[in-house]
């Protein structure tokens, strides 16, 4: 089958988006469309991706700018997504001689939405959630259906492994004090031997991701912290790096109340290990969050969620089910969230997400690719049939 199908992220840092276009490749693969990605030359994580392993059979293409992307343009009319923002020349050039689809990957501020979005021809939404807020800004070129995610639990799991203290920072090199900080840290952390995990006695509630502004957690604990002190039972396990050092500081100046309760182990690989010893997984707040692929992986290992009751979370998570949802604690100041702690601390049985195997199908493998077999037959069927 002829190559119509081109990819571009040119992002340094492996994310959530990266995860994506693995999956998306795969998927592309198994329907017996090759595909070309333009990476980043500085990027050295795409032959690991953090233990998925690197997409089978396409073809990378690595480039130090934009300009060398047009350089490699083809001649027929072809297929382009974008998983990563690019320069207002390539976007031009793109735009005007193939069909530019872009994967909104994020959560927008209203009428922050960024303009390239509206040159696209379509935007990819990972969640009805972000179809929303773009049809709220004004967009009218969002496809239809929402592509969700996979659970990527595969990466590298050895479930029942040790685990030990990750790197708790990603270095902004960018700032003075976190380049410092990024020569200093390692030594620190050779001084003593690293703690092995251990569930400690009580409830243990998990975060499983990358500390970022998206997530919100700083402002999150703000209003649960001086609940949770009232429990001394309850443990807050964190597994994940900051985005640099002012993210896990913010973090740690929210948790100081309960800072006996708090323990961090930093970035992990095997996460599969790391679900099935929490009792539930803590999820950020909800309003800059496109999908939450943590939220998706902590239901296929059987581990439920605590999530704020509102969008993307009422789309992934199925209350009393797969997880518990609790009123927006800066609403309410964290009353329902008090409420659903002593509800947990009383109950005789757990839940059970793996049950849910109509809800869980809807981020399996399988139906990921079929949405994208919908998305190339409209692509070919409105667009390129006639080229």
């Known amino acids: 089958m002829q190559n119509i199908c081109y990819q571009i992220n040119l992002s340094e840092n492996l994310g959530g988006a990266e995860v994506y276009t693995h999956f998306f490749t ?8 090759p595909t070309t990605i333009f990476v980043n030359k500085k990027a050295r994580f795409w032959e690991s991706l953090g233990g998925l392993g690197a997409p089978q059979n396409a073809t990378f293409i690595p480039v130090n700018s934009d300009r060398e992307i047009i350089e490699w343009l083809p ?3 072809s297929f382009f997504v974008l998983h990563s923002p690019i320069s207002a020349e390539l976007l031009t050039e793109v735009a005007g001689k193939h069909i530019l689809a872009v994967f909104a990957h994020h959560a927008f501020a209203s009428k922050s939405v960024p303009d390239y979005y509206k040159r696209c021809h379509l935007i990819l939404s ?22 969700y995610g996979v659970a990527s639990i595969a990466r590298e799991s050895k479930v029942g492994g040790n685990i030990t203290v990750g790197p708790l920072y990603k270095w902004d090199k960018r700032k003075v004090r976190d380049r410092v900080l990024s020569h200093l840290y390692p030594l620190l952390q050779k001084v003593s031997p690293p703690p092995i995990f251990t569930k400690r006695p009580g409830l243990t509630l998990g975060i499983v991701s990358r500390i970022s502004p998206i997530k919100q957690f700083p402002l999150l604990f703000s209003k649960i912290a001086p609940i949770i002190n009232k429990y001394p039972q309850i443990n807050i396990e964190i597994f994940g790096s900051g985005e640099g050092y002012a993210q896990v500081r913010d973090l740690k100046r929210n948790l100081k109340i309960i800072a006996n309760q708090v323990r961090f182990w930093g970035e992990q690989v095997d996460v599969a290990s790391i679900y099935s010893r929490l009792d539930f997984l803590l999820a950020g707040l909800p309003e800059r ?18 999530a704020v009751d509102a969008p993307p979370f009422t789309e ?16 309410d100041n964290g009353q329902s969230f008090e409420a659903l702690i002593k509800t947990i601390l009383s109950m005789r049985e757990p839940l059970k997400p793996l049950e849910a195997t109509d809800h869980l199908a809807k981020f399996s493998i399988e139906q990921f690719n079929k949405r994208v077999e919908r998305l190339m037959a409209y692509i070919y069927r409105i667009y390129l049939a006639n080229s």
């Open 75 to 77: 001649e027929i009319k």
């Open 289 to 306: 969050e496109a999908l939450g692929l943590n939220v998706i992986e902590a239901q296929f290992c059987g581990t439920p969620v605590l």
């Open 26 to 33: 795969q998927a592309l693969i198994s329907l017996g469309q």
């Open 316 to 331: 992934t998570v199925i209350n009393n089910k797969t997880g518990f949802f609790y009123k927006d604690p800066r609403i």
């Open 126 to 147: 990972v969640s009805e959630h972000i179809s929303n807020i773009l049809r709220s800004n004004g967009l009218t070129n969002c496809y239809p259906e929402p592509f």
